[in-house]
């Protein structure tokens, strides 16, 4: 079976776009009980841009703060919960912020319109209903999700995502102006994340002419941003890097990560690292699987003076490291992708185990 695979209805693109969003959102607000949700990164209270978002007296503006943790399925559950008996059933909610707020606002609208706790949907296909209408403006460039079908939420027992066609934004805003606050170490650790899914999706069985198209222009841009003659930030960067990552998040919906970013959930779930850092720690010490690509990325941290830590399975007891290792390990579709479907014959949890005790 071949993925039928859903797009994003509508996309506009360009800097200062993030000034349409008024007007976009003017004929959905005659649905349902006629008011907008605005889901916004905590970095952006008392910001510029948060002037400029077309927020009225009816609508409702949340400030989240992602630095904490990754989002959680009681955060969605909350949210949910006390708009609803608040205010009823919004229009739409419009999430501007980073890869953290793009899973808050797709993963809110699926909620809203399906009874009971995110925690019994997430997996494949769970969602019963359509949500309600979401859009997305992302902040920070690199991880997809403003393309994903996936809204990647932390559970009481797992880190994983409500996966379906209804999770795809109904509207996507790209506006490369919004990225140039960000600090050059966030800007690097997100900006890997899409520099990682091209390389993963090219370095498995479901890399085809489809995910190679995508992914060979996403890495064409990343190598231009991270690398190049005119590598670091820039205003044409901040352009190119918004390309990027969406090309490589469509790049993976015909393929799938890898090693990688089943090391990395790891990583994210037992010692809480952040999902860019994350991918960056494990990346590090994957050559058996990458290769090339590993020397370009310490290239990279090299250019822009980011110091990875060495050493830190040191602080990690044995428990600790089983438990990350039986967590990348139950990733069956990264690893079907990057060893082959015989993938169990060949790797072990003790195999994963070592690499992490390499970290
Ligand atoms: P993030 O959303 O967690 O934000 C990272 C940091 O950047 C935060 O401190 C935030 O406040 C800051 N920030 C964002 N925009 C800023 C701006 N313009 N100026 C200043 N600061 C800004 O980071 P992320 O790396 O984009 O997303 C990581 C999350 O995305 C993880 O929770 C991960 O699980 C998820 N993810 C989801 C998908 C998907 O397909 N749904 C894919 C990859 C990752
Ligand atoms: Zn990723």
């Given amino acids: 079976m071949h993925k039928n695979f859903k797009n994003i209805d509508r996309l506009v693109y360009g800097n200062g776009s993030f000034n349409q969003l008024g007007n976009i959102i003017e004929p959905v607000r005659k649905e349902n009980n006629n008011f907008f949700v605005f889901v916004v990164d905590k970095y952006f209270e008392g910001k510029e841009l948060a002037e400029r978002i077309p927020n009225r007296t009816e609508d409702i503006l949340l400030f989240i703060d992602v630095d904490k943790k990754e989002p959680t399925t009681e955060l969605i559950d909350e949210l949910r919960d006390s708009i609803l008996a608040s205010k009823g059933l919004p229009s739409g909610i419009v999430g501007i912020g980073g890869g953290s707020i793009m899973d808050i606002a797709k ?26 209408y979401h859009l997305g403006v992302p902040t920070i460039s690199g991880t997809g999700a403003e393309c994903s079908m996936t809204a990647v939420l932390s559970g009481p027992e797992k880190k994983l995502g409500l996966k379906c066609d209804w999770t795809i934004f ?57 690398v190049g003659e005119n590598a670091g930030r820039s205003k044409e960067n901040d352009e190119k890097l ?27 779930v037992v010692k809480g690292m952040r999902h860019g850092y994350a991918n960056c720690v494990a990346f590090n010490h994957l050559e058996d ?45 990264m690893w079907n992708h990057a060893i082959g479907d015989d993938w169990k014959e060949k790797w072990t949890r003790d195999d994963i185990a070592n690499y992490y005790r390499k970290m």
């Fill in 170 to 226: 109904n509207q996507v805003i790209l506006d490369p102006e919004l990225p140039s606050t960000v600090p050059t170490d966030k800007w690097f650790y997100t900006g890997m994340d899409c520099y990682i899914h091209c390389v993963e999706s090219a370095s498995g069985q479901y890399y085809n002419p489809y995910s190679k198209a995508y992914g060979d222009q996403a890495l064409s841009l990343c190598r231009e941003v991270f």
């Fill in 242 to 268: 918004m390309i990027a990552s969406l090309f490589g998040g469509l790049s993976l919906t015909y393929a799938e990560v890898g090693a990688c970013h089943a090391f990395s959930y790891g990583l994210s």
């Fill in 107 to 132: 993963a809110s609208a699926l909620m809203f319109t399906n009874e009971g706790s995110s925690v019994l949907y997430q997996g494949l296909n769970l969602i019963k209903k359509p949500g309600i």
């Fill in 289 to 333: 699987f990458y290769g090339d690509a590993v020397n370009e990325f310490r290239e990279m941290l090299k250019i822009h003076n980011i110091t990875l830590p060495q050493n830190l399975s040191a602080e990690w007891t044995d428990e600790e490291i089983m438990e990350m290792s039986q967590i990348a390990y139950n990733l069956t579709h």
